[in-house]
């Protein structure tokens, strides 16, 4: 299999580069940046990408939109993604469409050399390879759905001055709208995070509370 390593601990990219070339694999470039490994890719794609979710610059989540756009840009392409951490945005993103020829591994995984390797030869084949414990997190995510991702991008917005405890009529001021929308708005938040028919407590207060829990 031709693949392409992003990596960007030099020990360990160089480890694994040797362990994959003594599996016969040709590894047609190593890097350390997410940039690195996107224009290796659009220079000579590979059969498979192995990638680090954390790399430079930011150290956050490089990796794992590189891998996305790999799969944008080339979905032929197969990836397998390391880290040490289950990145839920956008590791849901990656598995939101088909999940042909796609891998999710736990850094832990790498040290049990079996696993990886055998990880990526059924990613290289078109299968799929994930973690379970990123499995379980995403299980977890779906099935315990955040009430506020049902809110609108402007009832969000109302909710976080609300937090910030301002009335409906500075909320208003704030953002160039009249009362009677933003009343609207504290209306609507208030049935989807299920707080419009609750009595005895501050349906305001409860509202924040939810948004300072998240």
Known sequence: MRVMLAEDSALLREGLVRLLKEEGHDVLAAVGDADALLEAV??????????????????????LRAALEIRRRRPEVRVLVLSQYVEKKYAAELMSGSIDGIGYLLKDRV?????????????????????????????????????????????????????????????????????????????????????????????RVLAVLRYLGT
């Not at 794609?45 to 490089?62: C, L, S």
């Open 42 to 63: 659009d220079g000579e794609p590979p059969d498979a990408v192995v990638v680090d979710v954390r790399m430079p610059p930011t150290h956050t989540d490089e990796g």
């Open 111 to 203: 040290a049990q050399v079996g696993d990886f390797l055998d990880a990526l030869e059924r990613v290289g084949a078109g299968g799929t390879a994930f973690d379970p414990e990123v499995v379980r997190q995403l299980l977890a995510r779906t099935t315990h759905a955040d009430p506020l991702a049902r809110l609108t991008a402007r009832e969000r917005q109302v909710l976080e001055l609300m937090a910030q405890g301002m009335t409906n009529a500075s909320i208003a001021q704030s953002l160039h709208v009249s009362q009677s929308a933003v009343e609207k708005h504290v209306n609507a938040l208030f049935d989807k995070l299920a707080l419009s028919h609750t009595t005895g407590y501050s349906r």
